[in-house]
């Protein structure tokens, strides 16, 4: 099936995979339709990011083509505020919130010595996000998430300590099938929420976990498609964090094919042309892992390792995300990291370890 991969990215890894392409943003709504009315394309799918799910949806739309997810779906699960709303509407269990307007240098949320997570209602990333654990760091917060926000405010949550999980799951005809729960291994602060890996089986309370994002989704009014729901296991049970209507961003399709044997992008593909798919039965493996690769700060002269890598027992992928010449800072958000591995096991720890040996031997050179 041919394939048109719109970014605005001359270097963007899909544009090379896909059959034709377009420098186009996959937020440009306008650029996205004329691209899809010019090559009659027979649905559109946004994959990995958030706010081209509304693009995608509202093109849809507009051409007359089938589509998951009508555009007020799309709208709500592309807003982390619209999200609070509904869930806290259907009794979904989430953070407690509030809304924090610029200039704001205080939050009834912050009571004495209880952190809170300030971020942008629309972003993601971790772009424009921080933790705040002293009352005079909480004004930058706001001032920083307000600037990264396109809507010009600020969510204010109360920081839920526990492990977190990622459900990745499917939904047909209103029927929510969670397929993999991985752990989500996160960075420090101040990386704050920056995944460093994804490792299945979980070992956290996982049923508890896919009930929150059942529920989460059918607060949203998802009945089609893929959903990748970030849930933090608190010590009053899940809370979740978000739900993401389209496949997870960190290689999570490809992890639930290496756990599972299910083709979560096939799954993903049919929804978007409209067609109802049927999960497969799942054959699942011992474990499986996407652990993430972070570069030294410094000037990317080259990489070493990769296909070598690729002859180790149980790795399945390895890449590198950025060329020669790009620029590595600090790691602050996802954007920073530098590649990934994908490792397959007997049982999770295995795939940790075989995932771990393959980074030992990855080298970026940087100046
Ligand atoms: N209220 C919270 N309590 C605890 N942890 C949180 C909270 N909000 C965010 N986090 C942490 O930060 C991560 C990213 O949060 P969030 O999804 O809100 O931001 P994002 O910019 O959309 O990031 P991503 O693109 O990874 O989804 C979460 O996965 C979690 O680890
Ligand atoms: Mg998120």
């Known amino acids: 099936m041919p394939t048109v991969a719109c970014d605005h990215d001359e270097g963007a890894l899909g544009l090379r995979l896909a059959d034709r ?10 650029g996205v339709a004329e691209v899809a009315e010019r090559e009659e394309v027979g649905g559109l799918v946004a994959p990995g990011i958030d706010r081209p799910v509304l693009v995608a949806a509202r093109v849809a739309a507009r051409l007359g083509l089938p589509h998951p997810l009508d555009p007020e779906t799309a709208e709500r699960a592309v807003s982390k505020l619209a999200q609070r709303r509904a869930f806290e509407a259907a009794g979904v269990p989430q953070p407690r919130w509030e809304l924090a307007a610029p200039g704001a240098s205080n939050t009834v949320l912050q009571a ?19 933790l705040v654990r002293s009352p005079e760091d909480f004004a930058p917060a706001v001032e920083q998430a307000v ?22 799951a499917f939904s047909s005809g209103g ?17 704050f929420g920056v995944a460093l890996a994804h490792v299945w089986p979980s070992e956290e309370a996982v049923e508890d976990a896919v ?14 498609g893929p959903t990748y729901t970030q849930i933090r296991l608190g010590p ?18 490809e992890l639930c094919d290496a756990a599972l044997g299910i083709d979560l992008n096939a799954l993903a593909l049919a929804a978007a042309f409209g067609r109802r798919a049927t999960v497969p ?11 993430f690769l972070v570069a030294p700060p410094g000037r990317l002269e080259g990489v070493e390792g990769f296909g070598e890598v690729l002859e180790l027992p149980g790795v399945l992928d390895a890449v590198p995300y950025r060329p020669p010449g790009h620029e590595f800072g600090p790691l602050r958000a996802g954007n920073d990291r530098a590649g990934f591995v994908l490792a397959r096991g007997d049982s999770r720890a295995d795939a940790l370890e075989r ?10 050179v940087v100046r």
């Open 281 to 291: 039965e799942a054959r699942p493996a011992g474990g499986a892992c996407v652990r």
């Open 112 to 130: 004495p010595g209880s952190p809170v997570v300030v971020k942008p209602p629309d972003r993601q990333g971790q772009v424009g996000i921080s």
């Open 211 to 224: 009930a929150a994002a059942r529920a989460a989704a059918e607060a949203l009014g998802i009945r089609e």
């Open 236 to 253: 009053d049970g899940p809370r979740v964090i978000e739900l993401a209507a389209r496949l997870g961003g960190g290689h999570d399709a």
């Open 175 to 191: 029927e929510f099938r969670a397929l993999t729960v991985t752990d989500r291994v996160v960075a420090e602060p101040p990386a």
């Open 21 to 30: 392409h377009a420098l186009v943003s996959a937020e440009d709504e306008e």
């Open 147 to 168: 600037s990264a926000s396109r809507s010009g405010e600020a969510l204010v949550e109360e920081l839920v300590e526990g492990p977190e999980v990622t459900v990745n």
């Open 355 to 364: 995932a771990e040996a393959a980074a030992e031997r990855i080298r970026f």
